[in-house]
């Protein structure tokens, strides 16, 4: 079912089940032979969940030659490099931020998202995350069951991204006054552009000087022939949902043109570095992500930081 301005989700269905989806690729790339990352809490939240189709991925009980579609350039067994490069992206973001003396942190969307149980941070700092009350609760809940604790001081900002979060933001004790490091993780696609805008703008108007931001962002491709990539993700999916999993990915976006994360970001008054995924696992030594001109793969995702 497309997307409406006031749908629902949870961590099994829609938008939520992507989260759910990622989190299993990180479990499957935590346990390569020379994996990347190292996150712990990746298979026990998505066992907790209740997926049995990522249950099984995650747990290594999927034969992935079963499920992938040979004439996709969409392909299951991508995903963990993909999410390792990426998820080590955004861990390597906040290391630096935190080295520079940043010790205010949000994530937005947080997800099943685990910094906060799993990095190593310095003394002082504090990491909200926002996102909707049922998801920040199935987290903390299911993490508390298994004896995990955050290694920082970690504030939930329990709240749809649709409504006032600055607000609730502030409320939870953020200070804009101080310096933040911000994260858009696999969020910015899912978004109306006009959303897509409102949201940097808070951002931005909550950033002080010496901010700064991740993001993840899908090109303007302009000579993509879209029906023809919709039929592609349509076809990919479809061993899935053979397999018990019941998810359209080309129903799970917003159509629109979408201004670009830099240009946007420059008007108001940040400076914006971007990388393509292509070069990320190139540069962490993982083998490439086919690509195609007739569809946007993951290679084609730039992820960018960048400093007000």
């Known amino acids: 079912m497309p997307r409406t301005d006031n749908d629902t989700w949870d961590l099994a269905t829609s938008v939520g089940a992507t989260a759910t989806m990622v989190a299993a690729a990180r479990a499957v790339a935590t346990k390569a032979d020379n994996p990347l990352i190292n996150d712990q809490f990746a298979e026990p939240l998505v066992r907790a969940v209740g997926v049995d189709f990522l249950t099984r991925w995650a747990s290594g009980n999927l034969d992935i030659a079963d499920v992938d579609d040979d004439g996709s350039h969409w392909k299951l067994q991508q995903m963990p490099d993909a999410m390792a490069a990426r998820t080590r992206f955004f861990d390597a973001f906040f290391a630096d931020a935190t080295k520079a003396g940043i010790r205010q942190a949000v994530i937005l969307a947080a997800g099943l998202d685990a910094r906060a149980y799993r990095l190593d941070w310095p003394t002082g700092m504090t990491v909200f995350e926002v996102d909707q009350p049922e998801v920040i609760a199935f987290k903390t809940e299911t993490l508390a069951d298994l004896g995990a604790a955050p290694t920082t001081e970690r504030r939930t900002v329990a709240i749809d991204l649709r409504y006032d979060w600055p607000a609730a933001l502030t409320e939870a004790g953020f200070d804009r006054s101080q310096p933040t490091a911000w994260i858009a993780e696999g969020l910015l696609g899912y978004l109306p552009p006009e959303a897509q805008d409102?949201?940097?703008?808070?951002?931005?108007?909550?950033?002080?000087?010496?901010?700064?931001?991740?993001?993840?962002?899908?090109p303007d491709m302009a000579d993509v022939?879209?029906?023809?990539?919709?039929e592609m993700m349509r076809k990919a999916t479809e061993k899935w949902r053979a397999h018990g999993f019941d998810l359209d990915f080309h129903e799970l976006g917003y159509q629109g043109d979408r201004n670009d994360v830099a240009a946007y970001l420059d008007t108001l008054g940040w400076t914006s570095v971007g990388k393509p995924m292509s070069r990320l696992l190139a540069d962490y030594g993982l083998p490439p992500v086919p690509q195609g001109n007739d569809s946007v793969s993951m290679a084609d995702t730039i992820y960018y930081t960048s400093t007000k």
């Open 225 to 230: 022939d879209h029906d023809q990539a919709r």
């Open 198 to 218: 409102r949201l940097l703008d808070n951002v931005a108007a909550l950033s002080a000087h010496g901010s700064r931001l991740a993001t993840e962002a899908i």
